[in-house]
């Protein structure tokens, strides 16, 4: 009885289509192991800086400031939880200067502030007002964003308006805080600057009289400007406190915003003082400015106002 077996290898033609489909798979996979690797490495960079701005955060709400660049517990490098990404390179760490004071920072430091010196430009638009920023330049060689022009080489303190162009396809990660959500996270409330008094006690005629006039909030120190119908706004023998510069008295309406910074008198509470002379009983109205030092360059200092009626009462 003649058997017959059905049991049959691969032709050669066969083998060699197995072989080119294998080939292929493993080419495929080779060349998906690097943009894998990347994007993997991409997300684990994002955590870190996320749990970086964390932790900065945390940290200037405790302290009343942002770290500094240096080298101490008030360092970068010392506040984050880690100052590399995920290819073990150094972030670039950026932040307005006037939020990391070098010493005695307040709660003001920060809640005082209304604007910064920082601006970043993403595909998205432009954010003002950007408290501080951290920036990775991934896989790529160098960084690719500029700052003001310039690509940026190392962590540093803004002192001067700056901004940070980020807005080309390059490759570069970055995370950024603005002054407001920094605000908002530490707890800042309410204006950030104030007058405090809301009226004057009345003098009399022939009468020693002293009043004080005090602001809160903002950024020290303190600058006053007095707005009033006429130059003389306090009866004879009443004045304000000597200030350095001279406190400047302007007789038209908003003349005090317009007025430059430095012309502005420098003290930090305003005092009326003096003996009214006879004859001076009457209301005495004017209007009190006050701003603070939001920024060396004046442009963005808070101002507050407020009016006041002086009531000299007769002898």
Request: proline residues 5%.
């Amino acid at each position: 009885m003649r058997t017959y077996d059905n049991h049959r290898g691969f032709t050669l033609i066969e083998l060699s289509i197995v072989l080119v489909i294998i080939g292929m798979l493993v080419g495929l996979g080779a060349n998906l192991i690097g943009p894998l690797t990347t994007f993997v490495k991409v997300r684990e960079t994002k955590d870190i800086m996320d749990a970086d701005l964390q932790a900065i955060v945390s940290w200037a709400s405790s302290r009343n400031m942002l770290p500094n660049t240096g080298a101490t517990e008030t360092g970068f490098k010392q506040v984050a939880k880690s100052y590399q990404d995920a290819w073990n390179q150094d972030f670039i760490y950026l932040y307005d200067g006037n939020l990391s004071p070098a010493a005695s920072p307040t709660k003001d430091t920060i809640c005082g502030r209304r604007s910064t010196f920082l601006t970043l430009i993403t595909n998205s638009g432009s954010i003002s007002n950007v408290a501080f920023a951290l920036s990775s330049r991934a896989d790529n060689t160098a960084f690719k964003s500029t700052l003001s022009g310039s690509i940026i080489t190392t962590s540093v303190g803004i002192t001067e308006a700056k901004t940070l162009d980020a807005s080309a396809t390059n490759g570069d990660i970055i995370r950024w805080v603005t002054l407001d959500e920094l605000r908002s996270k530490i707890g800042c409330q309410g204006a950030p600057l104030k007058i405090l008094n809301n009226e004057l006690p009345s003098a009399k005629v022939g009468d020693p009289y002293n009043a004080t006039l005090a602001a809160d909030g903002g950024v020290l120190p303190y600058s006053w400007c007095i707005e009033a119908a006429t130059a003389t706004p306090l009866p004879t023998n009443l004045v304000f406190s000597s200030t350095i510069p001279p406190l400047p008295l302007q007789t038209t309406a908003s003349s005090c915003t317009g007025l430059v910074e430095t012309n502005w008198g420098i003290v930090t509470t305003l005092s009326i003082s003096g003996i009214p002379s006879a004859g001076t009983q009457n209301s005495y109205s004017f209007t009190v400015y006050v701003r603070d030092n939001n920024d060396a360059t004046a442009s963005n200092d808070n101002i507050a106002q407020k009016t006041f009626v002086l009531t000299v009462n007769p002898q």
